[in-house]
Protein backbone atom coordinates (compact mmCIF):
# COMPACT_ATOMS: atom_id res chain seq x y z
CA UNK A 1 0.00 0.00 0.00
CA UNK A 2 1.33 3.54 -1.33
CA UNK A 3 1.93 5.94 1.94
CA UNK A 4 1.56 9.70 0.53
CA UNK A 5 2.86 12.94 2.49
CA UNK A 6 0.24 15.80 1.36
CA UNK A 7 4.00 18.16 1.04
CA UNK A 8 4.50 15.85 -1.88
CA UNK A 9 2.68 15.64 -5.57
CA UNK A 10 1.47 12.14 -5.63
CA UNK A 11 2.51 9.71 -8.20
CA UNK A 12 0.82 10.03 -11.66
CA UNK A 13 -1.27 6.97 -11.27
CA UNK A 14 -2.79 8.26 -8.33
CA UNK A 15 -3.93 11.43 -9.72
CA UNK A 16 -7.57 11.44 -10.06
CA UNK A 17 -8.83 9.75 -6.82
CA UNK A 18 -11.50 9.42 -4.95
CA UNK A 19 -9.79 10.71 -1.02
CA UNK A 20 -11.89 9.86 2.39
CA UNK A 21 -10.90 12.70 4.28
CA UNK A 22 -11.16 12.79 7.59
CA UNK A 23 -8.93 12.34 10.77
CA UNK A 24 -9.61 8.46 10.96
CA UNK A 25 -7.45 8.00 14.42
CA UNK A 26 -9.50 5.17 15.53
CA UNK A 27 -11.19 4.27 12.22
CA UNK A 28 -14.16 2.96 14.00
CA UNK A 29 -17.68 1.95 12.20
CA UNK A 30 -18.07 5.60 11.60
CA UNK A 31 -14.91 6.23 9.90
CA UNK A 32 -15.08 3.03 8.14
CA UNK A 33 -18.75 4.51 6.55
CA UNK A 34 -17.01 7.11 4.95
CA UNK A 35 -13.51 5.72 3.94
CA UNK A 36 -16.25 2.72 2.36
CA UNK A 37 -18.30 4.92 0.54
CA UNK A 38 -14.73 6.42 -1.17
CA UNK A 39 -13.50 3.31 -1.72
CA UNK A 40 -17.16 2.29 -3.16
CA UNK A 41 -17.68 5.12 -5.64
CA UNK A 42 -13.71 4.59 -6.48
CA UNK A 43 -14.30 1.27 -7.94
CA UNK A 44 -17.32 2.63 -9.72
CA UNK A 45 -15.46 5.25 -11.78
CA UNK A 46 -12.22 2.70 -11.66
CA UNK A 47 -10.03 5.48 -10.01
CA UNK A 48 -7.45 5.00 -6.92
CA UNK A 49 -9.22 5.54 -3.71
CA UNK A 50 -7.12 7.01 -0.82
CA UNK A 51 -7.92 7.63 2.78
CA UNK A 52 -6.65 10.41 4.52
CA UNK A 53 -5.60 11.35 8.02
CA UNK A 54 -3.78 13.96 10.23
CA UNK A 55 -0.59 13.51 11.98
CA UNK A 56 -0.29 14.65 14.44
CA UNK A 57 -3.70 14.58 15.57
CA UNK A 58 -5.02 19.06 14.78
CA UNK A 59 -5.54 18.57 18.65
CA UNK A 60 -2.07 17.49 20.07
CA UNK A 61 -0.39 20.78 17.95
CA UNK A 62 -2.76 23.39 18.93
CA UNK A 63 -2.64 21.89 22.94
CA UNK A 64 0.49 19.94 22.98
CA UNK A 65 -0.05 19.54 26.65
CA UNK A 66 -3.39 16.99 26.50
CA UNK A 67 -2.70 14.22 27.94
CA UNK A 68 -2.25 11.46 25.10
CA UNK A 69 -5.52 9.66 23.82
CA UNK A 70 -4.08 7.91 20.55
CA UNK A 71 -6.08 5.24 19.95
CA UNK A 72 -3.87 4.08 16.39
CA UNK A 73 -0.60 4.81 14.99
CA UNK A 74 0.30 5.55 11.84
CA UNK A 75 0.99 2.25 11.07
CA UNK A 76 -1.90 0.77 12.92
CA UNK A 77 -4.01 2.77 10.43
CA UNK A 78 -2.25 1.78 7.39
CA UNK A 79 -3.01 -2.07 7.94
CA UNK A 80 -6.70 -0.90 8.85
CA UNK A 81 -7.07 1.22 5.74
CA UNK A 82 -5.50 -1.61 3.44
CA UNK A 83 -7.98 -4.16 4.84
CA UNK A 84 -10.67 -1.77 3.83
CA UNK A 85 -9.55 -1.98 0.66
CA UNK A 86 -7.72 1.63 -0.07
CA UNK A 87 -5.55 1.98 -2.76
CA UNK A 88 -3.08 4.45 -0.49
CA UNK A 89 -2.84 6.31 2.64
CA UNK A 90 -2.30 9.80 2.55
CA UNK A 91 -1.02 12.19 5.84
CA UNK A 92 -1.49 15.47 6.27
CA UNK A 93 1.12 16.34 8.08
CA UNK A 94 -0.50 18.89 10.91
CA UNK A 95 2.45 21.72 11.29
CA UNK A 96 1.86 25.77 11.64
CA UNK A 97 2.08 25.99 7.55
CA UNK A 98 -1.21 23.43 7.31
CA UNK A 99 -2.85 25.39 9.98
CA UNK A 100 -2.45 28.73 8.31
CA UNK A 101 -4.10 27.49 5.23
CA UNK A 102 -7.30 28.90 4.20
CA UNK A 103 -10.37 26.38 3.63
CA UNK A 104 -10.13 27.73 0.05
CA UNK A 105 -6.77 26.94 -0.51
CA UNK A 106 -7.08 23.81 1.11
CA UNK A 107 -9.36 22.63 -1.36
CA UNK A 108 -7.54 24.22 -4.70
CA UNK A 109 -3.94 24.10 -3.83
CA UNK A 110 -3.91 20.92 -1.96
CA UNK A 111 -6.55 18.76 -3.10
CA UNK A 112 -7.21 20.00 -6.79
CA UNK A 113 -3.16 21.01 -7.67
CA UNK A 114 -1.11 19.07 -5.36
CA UNK A 115 -2.89 15.47 -5.21
CA UNK A 116 -5.43 15.77 -8.14
CA UNK A 117 -8.91 14.69 -6.52
CA UNK A 118 -11.88 14.02 -8.55
CA UNK A 119 -13.65 13.27 -5.79
CA UNK A 120 -13.79 13.69 -1.15
CA UNK A 121 -15.82 11.94 1.12
CA UNK A 122 -16.22 13.58 4.67
CA UNK A 123 -18.24 12.74 7.76
CA UNK A 124 -21.24 15.77 7.62
CA UNK A 125 -19.72 17.53 10.27
CA UNK A 126 -16.51 17.91 8.85
CA UNK A 127 -14.17 20.82 9.09
CA UNK A 128 -11.07 22.04 7.82
CA UNK A 129 -8.76 25.00 7.29
CA UNK A 130 -7.51 27.94 9.08
CA UNK A 131 -9.60 28.66 11.93
CA UNK A 132 -12.08 25.80 10.71
CA UNK A 133 -13.34 28.24 8.20
CA UNK A 134 -14.05 24.93 5.91
CA UNK A 135 -17.20 22.89 6.01
CA UNK A 136 -18.69 20.21 3.98
CA UNK A 137 -20.70 23.46 2.19
CA UNK A 138 -17.27 24.95 1.53
CA UNK A 139 -15.60 21.68 0.33
CA UNK A 140 -18.60 21.51 -2.08
CA UNK A 141 -18.42 25.16 -3.29
CA UNK A 142 -14.93 25.25 -3.49
CA UNK A 143 -14.35 21.93 -5.03
CA UNK A 144 -16.78 22.67 -8.19
CA UNK A 145 -14.41 25.52 -9.41
CA UNK A 146 -11.67 22.98 -9.38
CA UNK A 147 -13.31 20.01 -10.64
CA UNK A 148 -13.63 18.15 -7.42
CA UNK A 149 -16.88 16.59 -6.28
CA UNK A 150 -18.08 16.08 -2.79
CA UNK A 151 -19.93 13.38 -1.28
CA UNK A 152 -21.04 13.03 2.65
CA UNK A 153 -22.08 10.17 4.80
CA UNK A 154 -24.51 10.66 7.99
CA UNK A 155 -23.37 10.02 11.39
CA UNK A 156 -23.53 6.59 12.39
CA UNK A 157 -25.79 5.34 15.20
CA UNK A 158 -26.11 3.22 17.55
CA UNK A 159 -28.47 2.40 20.53
CA UNK A 160 -29.50 6.01 19.87
CA UNK A 161 -25.90 7.62 20.10
CA UNK A 162 -22.95 8.93 17.54
CA UNK A 163 -20.34 6.38 16.91
CA UNK A 164 -17.43 8.56 18.06
CA UNK A 165 -14.05 8.60 19.15
CA UNK A 166 -15.04 10.06 22.24
CA UNK A 167 -17.08 7.36 23.27
CA UNK A 168 -14.34 4.92 22.55
CA UNK A 169 -12.22 6.73 24.77
CA UNK A 170 -14.39 6.56 27.67
CA UNK A 171 -14.56 3.48 27.47
CA UNK A 172 -11.69 2.48 27.65
CA UNK A 173 -10.76 4.88 30.34
CA UNK A 174 -14.22 3.40 31.84
CA UNK A 175 -12.01 -0.06 31.82
CA UNK A 176 -14.73 -1.06 29.25
CA UNK A 177 -12.54 -2.09 26.51
CA UNK A 178 -15.94 -4.87 25.31
CA UNK A 179 -17.89 -1.45 24.65
CA UNK A 180 -14.92 -0.40 22.87
CA UNK A 181 -14.04 -3.19 20.57
CA UNK A 182 -17.94 -3.30 19.73
CA UNK A 183 -17.69 0.56 19.03
CA UNK A 184 -14.40 0.13 16.50
CA UNK A 185 -15.26 -3.41 15.23
CA UNK A 186 -12.01 -4.83 16.90
CA UNK A 187 -9.80 -4.70 19.90
CA UNK A 188 -8.67 -1.61 20.75
CA UNK A 189 -4.48 -2.44 21.05
CA UNK A 190 -1.25 -1.17 22.14
CA UNK A 191 1.87 -1.74 19.72
CA UNK A 192 5.35 -1.67 20.66
CA UNK A 193 8.85 -2.75 21.02
CA UNK A 194 9.71 -5.02 23.81
CA UNK A 195 12.25 -3.36 26.25
CA UNK A 196 14.59 -4.56 28.66
CA UNK A 197 12.69 -4.24 32.28
CA UNK A 198 14.18 -5.14 35.83
CA UNK A 199 13.06 -8.75 35.48
CA UNK A 200 10.19 -8.31 38.81
CA UNK A 201 7.90 -10.68 36.91
CA UNK A 202 10.91 -13.13 35.72
CA UNK A 203 11.94 -13.51 39.47
CA UNK A 204 8.43 -14.20 40.57
CA UNK A 205 7.68 -17.19 37.80
CA UNK A 206 5.55 -14.75 35.49
CA UNK A 207 8.04 -13.18 32.90
CA UNK A 208 6.80 -10.44 31.24
CA UNK A 209 7.47 -8.32 27.74
CA UNK A 210 7.90 -4.80 28.59
CA UNK A 211 6.14 -1.97 26.42
CA UNK A 212 6.08 1.23 26.54
CA UNK A 213 2.48 3.19 25.96
CA UNK A 214 4.16 6.28 24.38
CA UNK A 215 1.32 8.76 22.85
CA UNK A 216 -1.48 5.67 23.34
CA UNK A 217 -5.05 6.67 25.11
CA UNK A 218 -3.69 5.50 29.00
CA UNK A 219 -6.94 3.04 29.56
CA UNK A 220 -8.09 2.29 33.36
CA UNK A 221 -5.12 1.09 35.10
CA UNK A 222 -5.00 -2.47 35.76
CA UNK A 223 -5.41 -6.14 34.84
CA UNK A 224 -6.82 -7.11 31.36
CA UNK A 225 -7.25 -10.50 29.72
CA UNK A 226 -5.54 -10.03 26.52
CA UNK A 227 -3.96 -11.24 23.20
CA UNK A 228 -1.19 -10.68 21.51
CA UNK A 229 0.58 -11.25 17.67
CA UNK A 230 4.30 -10.84 17.40
CA UNK A 231 4.17 -8.85 14.32
CA UNK A 232 7.53 -10.54 12.29
CA UNK A 233 5.79 -14.16 12.26
CA UNK A 234 2.27 -13.60 12.71
CA UNK A 235 2.17 -15.56 15.70
CA UNK A 236 -1.10 -15.51 18.18
CA UNK A 237 -0.72 -15.46 21.83
CA UNK A 238 -2.77 -15.25 24.63
CA UNK A 239 -1.97 -13.63 28.60
CA UNK A 240 -2.98 -11.54 31.06
CA UNK A 241 -1.52 -8.06 31.41
CA UNK A 242 -0.58 -5.68 33.73
CA UNK A 243 -1.27 -1.70 32.14
CA UNK A 244 -0.21 1.09 35.03
CA UNK A 245 2.61 2.16 37.10
CA UNK A 246 3.14 -1.40 38.98
CA UNK A 247 2.30 0.01 42.53
CA UNK A 248 4.23 -3.46 44.48
CA UNK A 249 7.31 -1.90 43.02
CA UNK A 250 9.71 1.39 43.59
CA UNK A 251 10.15 3.74 41.52
CA UNK A 252 6.65 3.58 39.82
CA UNK A 253 7.32 3.38 36.35
CA UNK A 254 4.26 3.15 33.55
CA UNK A 255 4.07 0.44 31.31
CA UNK A 256 2.51 -2.38 29.11
CA UNK A 257 3.35 -5.65 31.09
CA UNK A 258 2.02 -8.48 28.97
CA UNK A 259 2.32 -12.31 30.63
CA UNK A 260 1.93 -14.94 27.76
CA UNK A 261 0.72 -18.07 28.46
CA UNK A 262 2.55 -21.29 27.07
CA UNK A 263 5.28 -19.01 25.58
CA UNK A 264 8.76 -19.89 26.35
CA UNK A 265 10.48 -17.59 23.50
CA UNK A 266 12.45 -14.56 23.77
CA UNK A 267 10.49 -11.26 22.38
CA UNK A 268 13.32 -8.38 23.50
CA UNK A 269 13.64 -6.21 20.59
CA UNK A 270 10.41 -7.37 18.69
CA UNK A 271 6.93 -5.94 18.11
CA UNK A 272 4.39 -6.88 19.19
CA UNK A 273 0.60 -5.79 19.71
CA UNK A 274 -1.38 -6.20 22.56
CA UNK A 275 -5.24 -6.59 22.25
CA UNK A 276 -7.03 -5.85 25.16
CA UNK A 277 -10.39 -7.80 25.73
CA UNK A 278 -11.53 -7.99 29.45
CA UNK A 279 -10.93 -5.53 32.47
CA UNK A 280 -10.29 -7.90 35.52
CA UNK A 281 -9.49 -5.55 37.98
CA UNK A 282 -7.80 -2.44 39.12
CA UNK A 283 -3.87 -2.28 40.28
CA UNK A 284 -3.27 -2.75 43.85
CA UNK A 285 -0.49 -2.94 45.94
CA UNK A 286 -0.51 -6.10 48.22
CA UNK A 287 1.28 -6.40 51.72
CA UNK A 288 3.97 -9.23 50.14
CA UNK A 289 4.78 -10.71 47.35
CA UNK A 290 3.09 -14.07 48.26
CA UNK A 291 -0.08 -12.44 48.19
CA UNK A 292 0.70 -10.88 44.51
CA UNK A 293 1.79 -13.81 43.37
CA UNK A 294 -1.51 -15.26 44.55
CA UNK A 295 -3.51 -13.21 42.90
CA UNK A 296 -1.57 -13.26 39.60
CA UNK A 297 -2.50 -16.76 39.40
CA UNK A 298 -5.93 -15.87 40.14
CA UNK A 299 -5.90 -13.44 37.17
CA UNK A 300 -4.17 -15.57 34.80
CA UNK A 301 -6.75 -18.63 35.51
CA UNK A 302 -9.82 -15.54 34.85
CA UNK A 303 -7.82 -14.53 32.09
CA UNK A 304 -7.76 -18.57 30.53
CA UNK A 305 -10.96 -18.87 31.32
CA UNK A 306 -12.63 -15.79 29.34
CA UNK A 307 -10.21 -16.22 26.28
CA UNK A 308 -11.31 -19.52 26.16
CA UNK A 309 -14.60 -18.21 24.85
CA UNK A 310 -13.67 -16.18 21.92
CA UNK A 311 -14.50 -17.82 18.79
CA UNK A 312 -11.35 -19.15 17.07
Known sequence: MRWLDHREAVPDSLHGAIIALGNFDGFHKGHQAVAGEAIRWAREEGRPSIVATFDPHPVRFF?????????????????????????????????????????????????????????????????????????????????????????????????????????????????????????????????????HGDKRGREIGYPTANLSIESYLRPKYGIYAVTGRILATGEELKGAANIGVRPQFEPPKELLEPYFFDFSGDLYGQEIEVAFHHFLRPEAKFDSLDELMAQMEKDCAEAKRLLSARPS
Open 63 to 195: KPDVPPFRLTTLEQRQELYLAAGATAMLVFHFDGELAGTSAEDFVTELLGKRLGAAGVVTGEDFTFGKARGGNVDVLREVGKTCGIEARTVGPVGDTGEVVSSSRIREALRNGDPQEAARLLTRPFAIRGIVE
